[in-house]
C-alpha cells in the first residue's frame, strides 16, 4: 500500500518518455494528401535499408518527408519534388530509377541473366542428348556378341 503513490509517481515521469510525435500535415484536398502518400511510398531512406521515407523513422526521412510537403505547399510537380530529392541525396532515393545510359545495365540485366540461363541449360540438355545417343550405338563386335549371347539363350542347355 505505501508503495502505490511511488508507483503512480513513476508511471507520470516514465510514461511521457514513451510518447511519440506524430506528423500532421493539413493538405487542402484528399488528391493532394493521396499525392504526398503516393510521393514518400516511393521514396528511398538514404539511412535505412530497403525502406521508403512513409515508413521510416530516421531523422533523414522526416526532413525529406517535410520537404515533400513543403514542395507540394508551393506548388511543385512530382517530377520536381522528385528531381530536388534525387539532386540533394543522389539516384538511390528512387525505387524505380529511370532507364537511361547509367541505369539501363540495371533494367537488362534481369532479362540477359533469364536468356543466358536458358541457353546454357538448352546447350547442357543437348549435350547430355547427343552423349547419351553416342553410348548407345553397339559397335559391330558388340552387336556379334549380343546376337551370340540370345542364340545362346535359345538353345537349351544339355544339364
Do not use: H
Request: proline share 6%; with cysteine; charged share 25%.
Amino acid at each position: 500500500m505505501r508503495f502505490y503513490p511511488l508507483l503512480l509517481a513513476m508511471l507520470f515521469v516514465v510514461s511521457p518518455l514513451r510518447a511519440e510525435v506524430m506528423e500532421v500535415y493539413d493538405f487542402d484536398t484528399r488528391a493532394e494528401e493521396q499525392r504526398y502518400q503516393n510521393l514518400i511510398a516511393e521514396l528511398r531512406c538514404p539511412k535505412c535499408q530497403n525502406q521508403n521515407i512513409a515508413d521510416s523513422n530516421a531523422p533523414i526521412s522526416k526532413d525529406m518527408r517535410d520537404e515533400v510537403y513543403l514542395m507540394m505547399q508551393q506548388g511543385a510537380s512530382n517530377d520536381e519534388i522528385v528531381g530536388a530529392l534525387v539532386d540533394r541525396f543522389g539516384e538511390f532515393v528512387q525505387y524505380k530509377p529511370p532507364v537511361d545510359k547509367r541505369t539501363i545495365f540495371l533494367w537488362a540485366f534481369p532479362a540477359i541473366a533469364v536468356i543466358g540461363g536458358l541457353l546454357i541449360v538448352a546447350g547442357v540438355v543437348m549435350r547430355s542428348r547427343k552423349q547419351g545417343q553416342q553410348e548407345t550405338a553397339l559397335s559391330p563386335e558388340e552387336k556379334a556378341r549380343v546376337e551370340q549371347m540370345l542364340a545362346d539363350k535359345d538353345q537349351p542347355s544339355e544339364r
